[in-house]
């Protein structure tokens, strides 16, 4: 039986990709494109960010990536599956095995404390967590001294570092935020994309984030930049100041 490390060695570089991806809602006259023809490709241990204005399809683009919505058109992949081609039961299979998310409400469970809701999806699917990942999972997001407290004996950030362990407990292939950080305040905001960096950094996992701050999406190798259900531009290395500048003139644009 091959260990997780010789699993991970053999992997395809890329976790995941799009391939003439299109999503319309309606038809006729009441058709909207929220995707036009996307292709992207999500490179594995690295830290996506995915950014444009309202309506430019970057939501649409991670739940069609996570497989949480069906593509009209195009292909889906995670490593070497196929999403658009699964039926529901393999599907629902393959999210609850080898994607993890991050929402921006922390979707915990008040009457069990911050270990349970950790391996909660791990004990649903009766499954034992890796004793060793565990642990070091709960250290990379400093928890050790909060497992026993319940959800509301922790602050905000607390919370969403519970449900970045849940989504790094079961060690998918990839894991996809929606705005984790939106309903946190500065301070803890900058905390949870922390633990994010590290989790990219030191655990080696493949992060995506859909966030509309500058400031979060600095904390990525990359961001993907979306207008009007197409992916316009793309910047590596990315700062505050850079990403500001660019959703600038996304707005600029929008008015002219």
Not at 53 to 69: F, I, Q
Not at 227 to 239: F, H, L, N, Q, Y
Request: net charge neutral; hydrophobic share 40%.
């Amino acid at each position: 039986m091959p260990t997780s490390a010789s699993l991970v060695d053999h992997r395809s570089p890329v976790a995941a990709r799009a391939e003439r991806v299109v999503k319309a809602y309606g038809s006729g006259e009441t058709r909207v494109t929220a995707l036009d023809a996307v292709d992207v490709e999500i490179e594995r241990a690295r830290f996506t960010a995915i950014m444009g204005p309202s309506g430019s399809g970057k939501s649409t683009l991670m739940h069609c990536l996570a497989g949480l919505d069906q593509v009209s058109s195009g292909k889906i992949f995670v490593g070497d599956a196929e999403l658009s081609a699964m039926k529901d039961k393999a599907l629902t299979r393959l999210r609850r095995d080898r994607i993890g998310f991050i929402f921006q409400s922390f979707n915990l469970l008040p009457t069990l404390n911050a270990l349970e809701n950790i391996t909660l999806p791990m004990d649903i699917a009766g499954r034992r967590p890796d004793q060793a990942w565990l642990d070091r999972v709960i250290e990379t997001v400093g928890l050790a001294d909060r497992l026993k407290h319940r959800p509301t004996q922790l602050s905000g950030g607390q919370q969403q570092r519970v449900a970045v362990a849940r989504a790094l407990a079961s060690r998918p292939e990839i894991i996809f935020g929606d705005e984790p950080t939106g309903n946190l305040d500065s301070r803890a905001g900058a905390e949870v994309l922390g633990f994010l960096r590290r989790s990219v950094d030191e655990l080696k996992q493949t992060m995506v984030m859909v966030t509309h701050d500058p400031v979060a999406a600095a904390y990525a190798d990359r961001v993907l930049f979306l207008a009007d259900g197409r992916i316009v531009e793309e910047m590596s290395a990315p700062t505050a100041e850079a990403v500001l500048d660019r959703m600038r003139r996304f707005d600029g644009r929008r008015e002219s």
